[in-house]
C-alpha cells in the first residue's frame, strides 16, 4: 500500500497511542510513590492501559462471493512478497473471519480456532484470552514460499458424516439439493471457524488491523459472527464486482 497520507495518518495514531500509554503509566507511578493508590483504582489503570496496548483500527473487506475481496487485501499488504499470501484461487475462497494484524510479543504467526469449537457457549473474545485453544503455525517472513504454503491452511476443508455437519450447524438442506448432495453420507465442511494472522507489515505495526470475511451470500459456516464483528469496525470497504454489481 503507497498512500503516505494515510501511512502518515496510522502512524500519527500509532505515537498519540504511545505518549497516552506513557502519560498513565507516569501517573500511575506517581500514585504508587506517594501512597496515593488503592486496589479500585489501580485495577481502573490496569485495564484503560491493557485497553490501549490491545486498541487497533479495524478496517474490513466486504463483498459477496468471489468478488476480488481478498485478491485486493493482497495487492495492497503482500504485494512485496511476489506471492499471493490469502489464498484466492478461483474456487478457493475466504471460508471463515480472518483477522491481521501485528503481534509485538508473539511474533509472526497464524492461529486458527477449531470448527468444533462451535459447540461451545464460549465466545470469541474469549477464545482469544486462551493461546492454547488454538493450533499455531509460526511464519518465517524470510521465505514467501513457506508462507504461502502456511496459508494454504486457511481454506482447509474435511469430510464428516452429515449427522456431524447438522450439529455444528453446516447443513443447508437447500444447498445440498442445488449441488445434488442431499443423499451423500459425508460433507465437507471448513477446518476452521476463525483465523488469526500476525504479521510486520508497516502498517499492521503501526496498530491497523485487517478484517477478510467470508463472502456475504456464502456466509455458511457462522454468519452471525462475521456480521457481529462488523460493527466493531472504525472502516468497512464493500468490493463490488463491476460486470456483476449487488445480487
Known amino acids: 500500500m503507497r498512500n503516505p497520507e494515510f501511512k502518515e ?4 495514531y500509532s505515537q498519540w497511542r504511545a505518549k497516552l500509554i506513557q502519560a ?10 506517594y501512597g496515593m493508590s488503592d486496589p479500585n483504582s489501580t485495577d481502573t489503570i490496569l485495564n484503560i492501559l491493557n485497553g490501549l496496548q490491545a486498541d487497533r483500527v479495524t478496517l474490513a473487506f466486504v463483498a459477496e462471493f468471489s468478488r476480488g475481496k481478498t485478491e485486493l487485501i493482497n495487492a495492497l499488504f ?18 471463515s473471519p480472518t483477522e491481521l494484524f501485528f503481534d509485538a510479543d508473539g511474533g509472526s ?17 474469549e477464545f482469544k484470552k486462551q493461546p492454547q485453544r488454538w493450533h499455531q503455525i509460526d511464519l518465517d517472513c524470510d521465505s514467501p514460499t513457506q508462507m504461502q504454503e502456511a496459508f494454504k491452511e486457511l481454506i ?8 456431524t455437519a447438522i450439529k455444528l450447524g453446516l447443513w443447508n438442506e437447500r444447498d445440498a439439493a442445488e449441488q445434488g ?3 451423500a453420507e459425508n460433507v465437507e465442511i471448513p477446518c476452521w471457524r476463525h483465523a488469526l494472522i500476525s504479521f510486520p507489515h508497516p502498517l499492521l505495526q503501526e496498530g491497523l488491523c485487517i478484517l477478510d470475511t467470508p463472502g456475504l451470500n456464502a456466509l455458511g459456516t457462522e454468519p452471525e459472527l462475521t456480521l457481529n464483528m462488523l460493527p ?3 472502516a468497512i470497504v464493500f468490493v463490488l464486482a463491476a460486470d456483476t454489481g449487488v445480487t
Open 109 to 125: 504467526y497464524i492461529r486458527l480456532l477449531n470448527i468444533e469449537s462451535r459447540l461451545e457457549d464460549i465466545s470469541l473474545n
Open 181 to 183: 448432495t442431499l443423499d
Open 156 to 163: 482447509a476443508t474435511k469430510q464428516v458424516e452429515k449427522a
Open 78 to 95: 503482500f504485494a512485496e512478497t511476489g506471492v499471493r499470501l490469502l489464498p484466492s484461487s478461483p474456487g478457493r475462497t475466504t471460508m
Open 24 to 33: 498513565i503509566e507516569m501517573y500511575h507511578e506517581w500514585r504508587n510513590r
Open 9 to 12: 495518518q496510522m502512524h500519527e
Open 232 to 234: 466493531s469496525a472504525q
